[in-house]
């Protein structure tokens, strides 16, 4: 059987994205610049490489997938592979979205998917609470998806699946049934009940959230703030102080020397002699030799006080005091969320939170973060520090936070952040980022946190779903099941033109979660009596295998909306 689907570039994520293919039954070859233990069937070589690329099988290759997390170097390979293949079917990891975007309209059959923003609504649910296991992308909205395990306690025990179908709020996605095989639609016609055991899959509609804080509670935030920037603000006090004491002590002094100059004057000179700029010097010229020494003396110690003001005021404004006083100011005092490192998954999830009207703090070490301008533009708040600190944390009002995500690309930064969190605020929902699954599990139960990620177990089945057919609007796993949702256009020529939608999702195990036509969108008990006529796009989720089969036959009739 000819190579359909090769995989070029077998870091964690790749190799995941490979070995999720070969388990759902599809005919792919990897591609790696070094071996890969207890694995020889994989084509090592220059990854850019003409020669490696056709010992993989390019010319007959369908799909390519370039799962490298080096973004020159996809774009490397993936000019030759169109080189070798103008026709070849590419689906390509990209974290610049623009890039991804303007390549996705100039190259026919070229899919950017970025696994920061696939992997940031996962952390941004667990962070609300939600035992997200994926994604999906309906009415321009992100949806969680979680599983529902029917136990003996479940509420949905002994409850017909057609009495969960028609709610608009929530999609019913997969069916796992502990006895039996059933498809969902199937199981909700004929008035299936659920049992203990059985396994559903349930997107669930997010709602839109205003918590953030008015100008009123922004100005007092603003002046209550004063206290984080007590030393330096007392440092540039007291130098004020003694400016205002010295120009009072001389403009006295040259008023009571000679009792014809006025205030005005007195304090004019003064002010000039101490700044430099020079003025009305008939006020020192016919003075006691004493008053002219005092006169020196001023000149010395305004010069030095002024140049001591200056620097203390020019730090503030012009450094980077007045923006961490700022930052500091906007901090929310309660019910907001603590990302700490503004990597790419960090500002893929604080533009999520954001995006839901829900209060955010940013901890970031790098005063030279790419990301911090963007983030400001927003009006998200940033604490420049270490987030394992106490001292960050609570400058992050972690007390009262709704939970803390620590997601920096280290490792071991983030268990140590999330410890620290921990022991200041034991109550605090806190979810973790950590590269190795394995041990994403293991320090998820030792420590007890609300979730603990790996962005590559929660990236690759998307890589491998799209790798399969069409432009994927959703996937997760259920078991060892892969499933994606995707929109697939009904032309003349498509399998499942002119049947009703049920008898089309009972043969061929499918899903369906709306229908768009010319004239309206139908949901519900209506979508599954519907006919399929030209020209309709159908919202559906399916097996990777079926979708595999369903693609073999209709490549072209697959897309996303």
């Given amino acids: 059987m000819k190579t359909r ?39 090592i070589g220059n990854l850019r490489a003409a020669s490696t690329l056709i010992s993989a099988g390019i010319h007959e290759a369908d799909t390519l997938v370039l799962a490298a997390s080096d973004e020159a170097l996809n774009l490397a390979i993936l000019t030759q592979a169109r080189v070798l293949n103008p026709q070849i079917r590419i689906i390509n990891r990209l974290f610049n979205t623009s890039l991804g975007d303007r390549l996705d309209k100039i190259l026919p059959d070229h899919f950017t998917i970025s696994v920061a923003a696939l992997v940031a ?13 994926g994604q999906l992308r309906l009415f321009n909205q992100t949806w969680p998806i979680h599983e529902e395990f029917i136990h003996e306690f ?26 039996g095989q059933i498809d969902l639609v199937s199981a909700v016609i004929y008035g299936q009940t659920l049992q203990v055991g059985d396994r559903l ?11 953030r804080q008015s100008k009123i509670q922004k100005l007092f935030k603003l002046l209550t703030n004063l206290r984080r920037f007590q030393q330096h603000g007392q440092a540039l006090a007291i130098v004020s102080l003694i400016l205002f004491i010295i120009l009072f002590l001389a403009t006295t002094t040259y008023v009571l020397t000679n009792l014809k100059i006025t205030i005005t004057d007195a304090l004019y000179f003064t002010v000039g002699l101490i700044t430099g700029a020079g ?16 006169t020196v003396i001023m000149m010395l110690m305004g010069a030095a006080i002024v140049g001591i003001f200056y620097a203390l005021l020019n730090d503030f404004v012009l450094g980077t005091r007045l923006k961490q006083f700022w930052d500091a100011a906007q901090v929310p005092t309660k019910n907001h969320f603590i990302i700490c490192g503004l990597g790419s998954i960090g500002m893929q999830i604080v533009n999520q939170l954001h995006s839901q009207g829900h209060e955010v703090v940013v901890i970031e070490k790098d005063p030279n973060n790419r990301f911090l301008n963007t983030i400001r533009s927003i009006g998200v708040p940033v604490i420049h520090g270490d987030a394992s600190l106490s001292t960050s944390l609570k400058a992050a009002n972690i007390n009262k936070a709704n939970a803390l995500l620590a997601v920096t690309s280290n490792d071991i ?27 994403a599990s293991t320090v998820q139960q030792v420590f007890e946190f609300d979730a603990v990620f790996s962005p590559t177990e929660l990236a690759a089945p998307a890589f491998a779903a799209a790798a399969l057919g069409g432009r994927i609007l959703g996937n ?35 899903v369906p979660l709306y229908l768009e036509t010319k ?15 030209t020209g309709d796009i159908l919202y559906l989720t399916m097996p990777a295998t079926e979708l595999e089969q369903l693609w073999r036959q209709t490549p072209s009739q697959l897309i996303a909306s």
């Fill in 5 to 43: 689907i090769i995989v070029c570039g077998l870091s964690s994520a790749g190799y995941k994205i490979y070995t999720l293919l070969k388990q759902q039954g599809a005919s792919v070859i990897g591609v790696h610049h070094q071996p890969i233990a207890d694995d020889d069937s994989i084509i």
């Fill in 121 to 133: 609504p996962v952390f941004a649910f667990a962070a609300l609470g939600n035992r997200a296991i």
């Fill in 154 to 179: 479940h509420p949905w025990k002994g409850r017909k699946l057609s009495e969960l179908w028609d709610d608009r709020s929530r999609m019913l996605i997969y069916y796992l049934p502990v006895k």
């Fill in 201 to 211: 899959i349930i997107g669930t509609q997010p709602s839109i959230r205003n918590h």
């Fill in 279 to 294: 003025g009305n010097e008939k006020v020192a010229e016919s003075a006691p030799e004493a008053i002219k020494f005092f």
């Fill in 413 to 439: 930064t983030n268990l140590e952040i999330a410890l620290s969190a921990k022991g200041i605020n034991s109550k605090l929902p806190v979810v973790v980022r950590n590269q190795d699954p394995q041990f």
């Fill in 476 to 510: 997760g796993m259920t078991g060892n099941t892969l499933w994606v949702a995707l929109a697939t256009t009904i032309t003349s020529a498509h399998p499942f033109c002119g049947k009703r939608v049920k008898e089309a999702a009972m043969t061929a195990d499918f």
């Fill in 519 to 533: 004239n309206q969108t139908i949901h519900g008990w209506n979508l599954l009596e519907t006919a399929l006529t």
